[in-house]
């Protein structure tokens, strides 16, 4: 069953609070300060019985100067740095490999614990450096064209986890570079996973943090309706997986269309337009015979007339099992031109990523890939499989 989180007052703050209330004992973990806010960090050294204007200068050292150790934070004094890692850790989620791609693309893969993981991945283009991120460990959406629905939920992520795939890849970008844009299209449906993901949005977004632009951050949603309010409310762009030209076609590619089903995901779409004079992104993977022919081009330029809106089509990339086929690239002309004829504001994305298995909808834990004895190794890398620092051994 479909599992959603329920809105309540900052329920994060209350969290926190709650949590750290307990943190002076001394066998309980730190903190780690990457789920923070300013605000929670300074209820947070308040509860302790510290000056909170010392959270000000922690998240200065921290995302500012991008400094972790806590002997360098030299305007803290010596007592306050003696005692500060036992309330409050800095550790990020450890990169365990590194992939490069032929047309640019890098996949990291994150180790979360217990044996399992998470991908990020990082899209250069001419104008933007893009990061998609993943909000948990699978996904209970079961989309039927993804690699991550495959794997069953395990694990939602925490704040600190999806913040640390930011920091981790910003980290390890080349001198000048920026990450200029984040996805919320990595593994896992971010809407199931409010609390986590809008933390972890308002780290990355104020100017205490990460200090990112608000309109280059998108959310991608399969379509959890009654918590899409939440997107608007955060002033961040909304993406819908859409997929699918009617309820038949839909309900079988993507179950949770039976729970809310197009017309209750458009009324939702109408209202962001109307809260943000934005448009939203509709992503509609091509899946051959089942959502490619051209009346299925016809039906989604008129479904999707009635909102501000572009379209995104992206030919579906296989994986073993899926029981799809990537169409012909004669038919996903023929598609695309078909729309642009009718009016529809559509792109054609361009496959990224395609030989580490960093594409759209190919991402998942390593070890269903080696179960499905998919062998990256034999894919075009140049060579770039990259041990990181922690020392981690690929696992693919
Ligand atoms: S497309 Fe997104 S929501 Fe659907 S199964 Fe994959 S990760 Fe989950």
Same mark, same amino acid.
């Given at each position: 069953?479909?599992?959603?989180?329920?809105?309540?007052?900052?329920?994060?703050?209350?969290?926190?609070?709650?949590?750290?209330?307990?943190?002076?004992?001394?066998?309980?973990?730190?903190?780690?300060?990457?789920?923070?806010?300013?605000?929670?960090?300074?209820?947070?050294?308040?509860?302790?019985?510290?000056?909170?204007?010392?959270?000000?200068?922690?998240?200065?050292?921290?995302?500012?100067?991008?400094?972790?150790?806590?002997?360098?934070?030299?305007?803290?004094?010596?007592?306050?740095?003696?005692?500060?890692?036992?309330?409050?850790?800095?550790?990020?989620?450890?990169?365990? !490999?590194?992939?490069?791609?032929? %047309?640019?693309? +890098?996949?990291?893969?994150?180790? =979360?614990?217990? $044996? /399992?993981?998470?991908?990020?991945?990082?899209?250069?283009?001419?104008?933007?450096?893009?990061?998609?991120?993943?909000?948990?460990?699978?996904?209970?959406?079961?989309?039927?064209?993804?690699?991550?629905?495959?794997?069953?939920?395990?694990?939602?992520?925490?704040?600190?986890?999806?913040?640390?795939?930011?920091? !981790?890849?910003?980290?390890?970008? %080349?001198?000048? +570079?920026?990450?200029?844009?984040? =996805?919320?299209? $990595? /593994?896992?449906?971010?809407?199931?996973?409010?609390?986590?993901?809008?933390?972890?949005?308002?780290?990355?977004?104020?100017?205490?943090?990460?200090?990112?632009?608000?309109?280059?951050?998108?959310?991608?949603?399969?379509?959890?309706?009654?918590?899409?309010?939440?997107?608007?409310?955060?002033?961040?762009?909304?993406?819908?997986?859409?997929?699918?030209?009617?309820?038949?076609?839909?309900?079988?590619?993507?179950?949770?269309?039976?729970?809310?089903?197009?017309?209750?995901?458009?009324?939702?779409?109408?209202?962001?337009?109307?809260?943000?004079?934005?448009?939203?992104?509709?992503?509609?993977?091509?899946?051959?015979?089942?959502?490619?022919?051209?009346?299925?081009?016809?039906?989604?330029?008129?479904?999707?007339?009635?909102?501000?809106?572009?379209?995104?089509?992206?030919?579906?990339?296989?994986?073993?099992?899926?029981?799809?086929?990537?169409?012909?690239?004669?038919?996903?002309?023929?598609?695309?031109?078909?729309?642009?004829?009718?009016?529809?504001?559509?792109?054609?994305?361009?496959?990224?990523?395609?030989?580490?298995?960093?594409?759209?909808?190919?991402?998942?834990?390593?070890?269903?890939?080696?179960?499905?004895?998919?062998?990256?190794?034999?894919?075009?890398?140049?060579?770039?499989?990259?041990?990181?620092?922690?020392?981690?051994?690929?696992?693919?």
């Amino acid at each position: 069953m479909l599992e959603t989180t329920t809105a309540v007052a900052r329920p994060e703050i209350n969290a926190t609070i709650r949590q750290t209330t307990t943190q002076a004992a001394p066998d309980v973990p730190p903190v780690n300060f990457y789920s923070l806010s300013m605000e929670d960090l300074k209820s947070y050294f308040k509860s302790l019985g510290k000056e909170t204007f010392r959270s000000q200068q922690v998240f200065k050292w921290v995302y500012e100067q991008r400094v972790t150790d806590v002997e360098k934070m030299s305007n803290l004094s010596k007592a306050f740095r003696s005692e500060l890692p036992k309330f409050l850790s800095f550790e990020l989620p450890p990169v365990i !490999q590194h992939l490069k791609s032929v %047309d640019g693309t +890098q996949k990291f893969l994150f180790d =979360v614990g217990k $044996g /399992m993981s998470v991908e990020a991945v990082l899209i250069p283009s001419a104008d933007r450096l893009t990061l998609c991120i993943s909000s948990e460990v699978g996904c209970n959406m079961a989309c039927k064209f993804c690699y991550t629905g495959k794997q069953k939920l395990k694990r939602r992520l925490t704040a600190a986890e999806i913040v640390g795939q930011f920091m !981790q890849v910003s980290d390890r970008l %080349d001198e000048g +570079q920026r990450i200029s844009n984040i =996805v919320f299209m $990595g /593994m896992g449906e971010p809407l199931d996973n409010c609390e986590a993901v809008f933390k972890s949005i308002e780290v990355l977004t104020n100017d205490w943090g990460m200090n990112l632009s608000r309109k280059r951050v998108t959310v991608s949603t399969s379509g959890v309706v009654p918590e899409m309010h939440r997107i608007w409310k955060a002033g961040v762009r909304l993406a819908v997986s859409l997929n699918a030209s009617n309820d038949e076609i839909r309900d079988h590619v993507m179950p949770v269309n039976k729970r809310w089903n197009i017309e209750e995901l458009f009324k939702a779409c109408r209202e962001y337009c109307r809260e943000t004079g934005d448009k939203v992104t509709f992503e509609y993977v091509m899946l051959k015979n089942v959502t490619d022919r051209i009346e299925h081009a016809r039906e989604l330029h008129k479904l999707t007339r009635s909102v501000p809106c572009k379209i995104n089509l992206i030919p579906f990339n296989e994986h073993p099992g899926s029981g799809f086929e990537r169409p012909d690239d004669d038919q996903v002309m023929l598609f695309h031109q078909e729309l642009m004829d009718l009016g529809s504001h559509v792109l054609l994305r361009r496959t990224m990523g395609r030989d580490i298995f960093a594409a759209c909808g190919q991402l998942t834990d390593p070890k269903l890939r080696q179960d499905d004895k998919m062998d990256i190794s034999n894919s075009n890398l140049g060579g770039k499989s990259v041990r990181n620092s922690s020392g981690g051994q690929p696992r693919v």
